[in-house]
């Protein structure tokens, strides 16, 4: 069984016209969708709750933690962040989604600024598969076609990704890089670009989808040492002779 923690700021739907949209939270959408998955267990958790709602005891049983924020980056807890930075060295799963990408987790695993071009002006966007190969693009067709959604452009100052999944197309002319897989440590991380809070994007099929196949790869069976021994020294495996 996987269990997973959708975090969202829950802020923008305190505004009427995105609580129209996501009327109980983007985090509620999302963990509705992943909850319909039998292997899934499925909690969430806001940035108003105490730490963040990521306790400790959460944040150990999390085996991939969902990330969507935008307007509050600034209000999340350096202390919390490091937290959430151990676990997903030790082998937590970590989903960043949309603006999440200037979120203090992202940009502290990223090692860069995270910064890329916007543009908010109803544009329709094309998301292309470009690695038909790869477990998180598994029943996704060829391009899903996007009635609207805020135009993110590049250059993305990212690293290279491991693997570069999908790519967007914007109507004004923009590319992007709109799936991108990482590993940091003995954690897998995926970033996916589509899902403006003004846009009902997270109740598109093919996009839950998208993030359902993207649990399923950041789940890692592997764990990092649990930091018994945190200098690394080694008792030798076999006798060594030390010369005299």
């Known amino acids: 069984m996987t269990h997973i923690t959708v975090w969202n700021e829950f802020l923008h739907e305190k505004d009427e016209k ?3 949209v996501y009327p109980h939270g983007i ?7 992943l909850q319909k998955e039998t292997d ?7 940035l108003e709750e105490a ?25 999340v807890s350096d202390d919390v ?21 200037k979120s203090k987790i992202f940009m502290k695993l990223m090692g860069t600024t995270c910064d890329l071009r916007w543009r908010e002006d109803d544009e329709n966007m094309r998301l292309w598969t470009i690695e038909p190969s790869h477990p998180i693009a598994q029943g996704i067709p060829d391009n899903i076609e996007i009635e609207a959604d805020e135009m993110y452009g590049e250059r993305f100052d990212i690293p290279a990704p491991d693997a570069l999944v999908f790519t ?6 923009e590319v992007f890089r709109s799936g991108c897989c990482f590993t940091r440590g003995a954690g897998k991380i995926f970033y996916f670009q589509p899902g ?16 359902v196949n993207a649990v399923r790869w950041a789940r890692s069976e592997r764990r990092a040492p649990s930091g018994n021994n945190p200098e690394g020294q080694s008792a030798p495996m076999e006798k060594v002779d030390w010369p005299k």
């Open 27 to 33: 985090h509620s959408v999302i963990a509705g969708f």
């Open 81 to 101: 962040v490091e937290k959430i930075h151990k676990r997903v060295l030790n082998g937590m799963g970590l989903i960043v989604l949309h603006s999440g990408h």
């Open 196 to 211: 403006h809070e003004t846009y009902p994007i997270y109740k598109y099929e093919l996009i839950q989808k998208i993030i």
């Open 51 to 75: 730490g963040h709602g990521l306790t400790d005891d959460v944040l150990e049983k999390t085996d991939v933690l969902i990330w969507w924020g935008h307007i509050a980056h600034g209000r």
């Open 40 to 46: 899934f267990t499925v909690g969430t958790a806001t």
């Open 168 to 173: 967007g197309w914007f109507k004004g002319g």
């Open 18 to 20: 995105i609580a129209a």
